[in-house]
Nanobody, 123 residues
């Protein structure tokens, strides 16, 4: 059984930074491709970044390119989302999701999802 748990959300001023963590547990945790998704009220869920199990292939959405970075530490079964130069439009619930064998561009097909963490950017 795979579980994903996010942490690190909160309130930050525009222009600031936050780092989110997604800790995976379960026998296959270090083999998962992981993506970070966000959903704001009234908007569709968007995959903002993704990373393959080895960390060599990443995906970054155009909306966050140059500001968000994904990385992973497989020794800790943790994937990080570093968010810099935050904008008010980045306000959303951020969730991580993962699965085996998915490429970074189809992570919305993941079977395993975390509960999400709220990120609020004040202007």
């Amino acid at each position: 059984q795979v579980q994903l748990v996010e942490s690190g959300g909160g309130l930050v001023q525009a222009g600031g930074s936050l780092r989110l963590s997604c800790v995976a547990s379960g026998r296959t945790a270090s083999s998962l491709a992981i993506g970070w998704f966000r959903q704001a009220p009234g908007k569709e869920r968007e995959c903002v970044v993704g990373i393959d199990f080895s960390g060599t292939d990443t995906y970054v959405a155009d909306s966050v390119k140059g500001r968000f970075t994904i990385s992973r530490d497989n020794a800790k079964n943790t994937v990080y989302l570093q968010m810099d130069r935050l904008k008010s439009e980045d306000t959303a619930v951020y969730s991580c999701a993962g699965d085996l064998g998915l490429s970074t561009v189809v992570l919305q097909r993941s079977r395993y999802w975390g509960q999400g963490t709220q990120v609020t950017v004040s202007s």
